[in-house]
Each structure stands twice: as C-alpha cells, then as structure tokens.
C-alpha cells in the first residue's frame, strides 16, 4: 500500500521557492524521510542522485579535502551513475549527521552553487546539531517531518471519507452513518499509529501481529539508538525516562514526575537525557502556562511540564497495551485512553500550528490540557475520551479570560455552542480548517 504524504507538496513548494537554499528534512527515525526525499526527487526531477554517508565511508573523505561545491560535484559524480544536473538532478544527501564537513558544506553550496537542488536528512541529525559542531546558520532551510498523521491515513484507507471531509465547509453535525465510519477507521489507526512500515503493511492486510512486530522493531532500534548515539553517562538516564512514559501519561494530570524515574531522582540530573530525547524527535515537552498572554513563552513555569511521545503507536507498544483493548474498546482501558487520546491530540496539533503548544492550571481548581495559539487568539483546549463532556475547567477559564474560541476534543459529533467548538477526536487533523471557518 503506498501512503501518500502531504510532505512531497511542501518540498514542491521549496523546489520552486525564489530564495531556495539547501534543505533539511528534520524528523524521528523510521517516520518515512528517506522516502519522502526519493519520491520527490522521481516526480519533480529528471535524475536524482542519492548518496548515504552511513553506508559509504569514503564519502566522507571528499568533503574533508575540499570545500569548493565545484570539486565536490566532481567527485560526487564518481559514486552515482546518474548525472548531477543543475535543477535537473535533486541531489540527496542521507545520514548526513554521520558528516559534519558535508553538512559544513551546504553553506558553500547556497552561496556558490545555488542552482544545485540539495536535499538532506538525518535518523539523529538533531542530536548531532545540539553538540554545537560548525554549522551553516542562515545557509539552510528547515523542514519538520512527521508520523503519517489520520488524514493521511484516511485517505489511503477511505478516501471517499477523506474527500467528505476536505470539501466540508461548515460547522455542522455530520451524518451518524459518516460519523461511526470515521470513528472505526480512526480506531484502526491507533492500532498502527504512523510509523509508515506499519501502516501499509496493516492496510495491506498483513495482520495485526506484523504491526506489533514492526512497531516493536522501531521500538528496538531507538533503544540501539540510545547505547550508539548518546554520551555514556546519559544512556540510562534517556532510557529510563522513556520507559517511564506510559506511567507518567497514565497520572490523571500527566505532570511529568523525576520520582517515577527513581526515587530522588532531580531534575538537572536528568535535563541533558530529556533535550536527547527532544532533538531526538522522539518526545514532546509541553510546559506549564501561568498565563494566557502574549507572547506565550514569557509566562511559561519551565518547572513543570508533560512528556507526550512522537507516535501514539509507538506510546501504545511501549505501554505494551493490547491492540483488541482497542477494537473492543474494554471497560479496562479507561485511565490509559485518556492518556492515549491526549497524545494523539498533540501530535495532530503540532504540525498545523507554529506556535508549541502549552498547558494551564488554576491553583488545582480546574486545568486545562492544551493552550494553542492561532495568530493573536490564544485557545483553551479540553480533550475529552468518551462521549461525557462533563467538567468546569474550560467553564472556569472562559470566566477568567473570555477567549473568543474554546475547543473542546471528544467522541461526540462536530458542533459549535457560543464561543465553545467540540470537535470529534478523529478530526483533529482537520482543526486549523474548522478554526478558519469561524
């Protein structure tokens, strides 16, 4: 089953930019960049020219000797059959935390072979660039990659689904046969989550077990990640944090807390563990709000914040939740689908808005699970994991702030009341649109 990827248009995009600079795809391990690139370049370019510096060391010997772009072109040509064209051959550069000359490179690549379309990616590039090595500031472009998200899902799995959603233009409640459709193909993708490997292979009828073999491979290969690619001191820090997260997201309020680590654990001990775990792309870190003011960040407690993980197939897997638990949707698997569905909800959001999400509490008198900026309106956000809606917090906030748009995520159809949106889980994907209509 091939998944289409909204990526391919934002790189088409970059293709044709005026002030094009070399680009770097950023995003976790295994989410699909590598394809992503090579797609690209088959659709967009007569001749791609893909080079890893992973799997060929001598590569990284041509960008120790020479910086010049036109000598590197030269010796590049050596290792690939197609030519390298400008902007007829998109030139991909894979693995390239594996190089930092060659990551160096792309600033002499911007300012003295412009016309050359450079692509780059990296499993752990992040990390690699938090070590503070030289690095083109200014010289490169950046663009964020994420899991296959529902809509991207939805539109291999249901497309006549995906179209119905796409051409929606209102705010009204939609058909009960749509809606219960909608809601068991999104069950099916919190089975896969959106490691790309797992949902073709369960789209392809391949079986639930594939899944969770693939899903536990990933899982395996971050754990490889963590011993190869971390310093030795923060290994079992990184690791213990991250076998702590389904407990830390299963707590009613998801507060990070370092004593489920261990007991006494503090938080400098475990700072550097968390940035790996972050520029790794693997977590996201949602801080604390005292204030819901602008600009957000001024009035963040950054003592206090949620650790959600990239992928909530990986979070299921981690937390080794059966995935029947889903399909039949158990009576046992009530606490945690909380946890589950408020992941999710982060992981939608994340790439709609630019803006970090945050989270706000009121003296342990109400709390709110996401505050999200959308130009100058700052938007509380409740989630909510079955169809009861009953709650005050986003009643307590309204009265303190008067917001011009409260969202609140549940099971229950799309309507808006007042100033209060509710919005099925399953179409978070869909959110930025449904916030523009208003």
């Known amino acids: 089953m091939r998944i289409e990827r909204n990526m391919i248009e934002k790189l088409a995009a970059w293709k044709t930019s005026t002030d094009r600079k070399p680009l770097i795809l950023q995003g976790a391990r295994q ?19 893909y080079f890893n510096f992973d799997e060929t060391e001598e590569l990284k010997n041509e960008f120790e000797k020479t910086k010049n772009p036109q000598r590197l072109l030269g010796q590049l040509q050596l290792y690939t059959h197609p030519p390298i064209l400008p902007e007829k051959t998109l030139i991909i550069f894979d693995e390239i935390q594996e190089c930092n000359a060659a990551l160096n490179s792309l600033k002499y690549f911007c300012e003295n072979a412009p016309q050359y379309a450079i692509v780059a990616a ?4 992040g990390v690699s660039m938090s070590k503070g090595d030289s690095f083109p500031v200014g010289k490169v472009s950046f663009l964020p990659m994420f899991p296959v998200s529902f809509k991207e899902f939805l539109f291999a799995a249901a497309p006549d689904l995906f179209d119905f959603l796409e051409k929606k233009e209102d705010l009204l409640e ?5 809606f219960n459709r909608l809601l068991e193909e999104f069950r099916r993708y919190q089975l896969t989550g959106g490691m790309p490997k797992a949902v073709a292979n369960f789209l392809d009828n391949k079986g639930v077990e594939k899944v969770e073999e693939d899903l536990q491979e990933i899982l395996n290969a971050y754990s490889h990640d963590f011993s190869k690619h971390a310093s030795t ?11 702590s997260l389904p407990s830390q997201l299963s707590r009613e309020n998801r507060k990070f807390l370092y004593k489920l680590i261990k007991t006494g654990a503090r938080a400098r ?5 968390l940035l790996w775990l972050q520029h790794a ?5 949602v801080f604390a709000n005292a204030k819901p ?21 990986l979070l299921r897997r981690l937390a080794k ?21 408020e992941n999710y909800i982060l992981q939608s959001l994340t790439p709609q808005f630019d803006v970090p999400l945050r989270y706000w509490t009121s003296e342990g008198k109400a709390k709110v699970d996401f505050l999200l900026q959308n130009s100058l309106d700052i938007i509380p956000i409740e989630v909510k994991s079955a169809h009861s809606v009953a709650g005050k917090s986003l009643a307590v906030y309204n009265d303190l702030y008067s917001p011009n748009l409260r969202i609140r995520f549940s099971f229950n159809n799309l309507r808006k009341d007042g100033n209060l949106l509710n919005i099925p889980v399953f179409l978070a994907d869909w959110t930025k649109k449904f916030i523009n209509l208003i």
Do not use: C
């Open 31 to 49: 989410i699909g960049k590598t394809w992503a690139m090579q797609t690209f370049g088959e659709q967009y370019f007569e001749h791609t020219a």
């Open 321 to 341: 939740l059966p995935p029947e638990i889903i399909v039949n949707n158990s009576p046992l698997y009530i606490e945690f689908k909380g946890a589950m569905t």
């Open 281 to 285: 792309g693997l977590v996201y870190r």
């Open 174 to 178: 939609m058909p009960l046969i749509l």
């Open 122 to 125: 990296g499993s752990l590039l």
């Open 233 to 243: 001191k923060d290994i079992p820090k990184i690791t213990a944090i991250w076998q």
């Open 269 to 273: 001990e475990y700072e550097d563990a």
């Open 293 to 313: 003011a602008l600009p957000l960040s001024a009035y963040d407690d950054l003592s206090a914040f949620k650790l959600y993980v990239s992928d909530i197939g």
